[in-house]
């Protein structure tokens, strides 16, 4: 068990290839933490440099407030899921789990108990005897979970270990990992690239992209208040319409103004209006549609229809651009049809078109 801290960690591979700049998180213990990022912003990296795999450029680690980043990884006491999961491959799952234990010499009747309590609590059991290349992508997976938590680890980091395995499946170990973490109640750093994952794993969510966390906080906050247009984009499928504006102000009331004739008003509570130059958000879900002409709706053609049973995604083709909105399932509209939309005034995002920042007071 352990609290992380990591401190202005940055990493450069090389001259100049810089990976990861100035890093801040504060992972509590037995958190179980997630970071999540596009492919090839530093998530393995920053995982193999708390492992004591890589060494860091600059900043420091603490494990309990203790300084660990001049430690090599045997003396971290820190186990590792692999991207792929690195099972032996001439080892049967017994020998695979156990290994970690005949390293530190325990004796034989110890390591049987332990190999067998994982391996229940995985429910592997019945497949101790076999080799790696009998078993399925998810038992596969399991394995390299259950040599992991045999001996306790202080930190157990997880790099992307769901990644090989079909949708369903997925998902179905996405609550086995929750159920696992509440039972070993082991600090927990799991870095996967899917967003979806990151929202429904874990309590709070660090967001890699660009060589810096852009965002960490709780998942349903980061997806009601992203911080920036970047996580604002990385965040909910599918994504975010954003659309450029202005802000104006017009007797005594704002609006943005999308273009010459079209303006949608804004509450003066909550925004930080002095910025003039804007990207205006909204979801999917926020976006209201009416086949009737009502005060502040926009018009457009419906440009496709995209139903998936519980639900139905509509596209509307206006001023040339595309908005994408949620819709239900008994959606009646047809293609090339003009409809009218609008937007949930609660649920809009304002970013400063120059840097990207969130509008929203009190991020
Ligand atoms: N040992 C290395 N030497 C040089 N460059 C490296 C090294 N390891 C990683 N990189 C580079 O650092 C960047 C980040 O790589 P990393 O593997 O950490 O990304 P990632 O977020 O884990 O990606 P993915 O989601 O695809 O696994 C990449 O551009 C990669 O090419
Ligand atoms: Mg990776």
Known sequence: MAEIILRNISKIFGKDNQVLDNINLEIKDQELFTIVGPSGCGKSTLLNLIAGLEDLSSGEIFFDKVKVDHLPPAKRDVAMVFQSYALYPHKDVFENI??????????????????????????????????????????????????????????????????????????????ELKKLH?????????????????????????????????????????YNYPKNKIVAEFIGSPQMNFFEGEIVEKDDELFVQFNPFDFFSLQKKGFNYLIKEIFFGIRPEDVILSQKEE?????????????????????????????????TSDFWGKTEEFFYFSFEPQKIHLFDKKTGDSLRENL
Not at 115 to 131: G, N, T, Y
Not at 137 to 153: D, E, F, T
Not at 194 to 199: F, T
């Open 295 to 327: 005060k502040r709706f926009f018009k457009g053609k419906i440009f496709a229809i995209e139903p998936l049973g519980d639900r139905t995604y509509v596209d509307i083709l206006w001023e040339g651009k595309r908005v994408k909105a949620q819709t």
């Open 182 to 222: 509440s039972e070993i109640k082991t600090t927990m750093v799991y870095v996967t690239h899917d967003q979806a994952e990151a929202m429904s794993l874990s309590e709070r969510v660090a967001i890699l992209c660009d060589e810096k966390i852009q965002q960490c906080d709780k998942p349903e906050v980061i």
């Open 98 to 175: 156990a290994f970690p234990l005949r390293i530190k010499k325990l004796p034989k009747d110890k390591i049987k108990s332990k190999v067998q309590k994982v391996a229940k609590m995985l429910e592997i059991e019945d497949f101790l005897q076999r080799k790696p290349k009998e078993l399925s992508g998810g038992q596969r997976q399991r394995v390299a979970l259950g040599r992991a938590i045999v001996r306790k680890p202080k930190v157990f980091l997880l790099d992307e270990p769901l990644s090989n395995l079909d949708a369903k499946l997925r998902v179905s170990m996405r609550a």
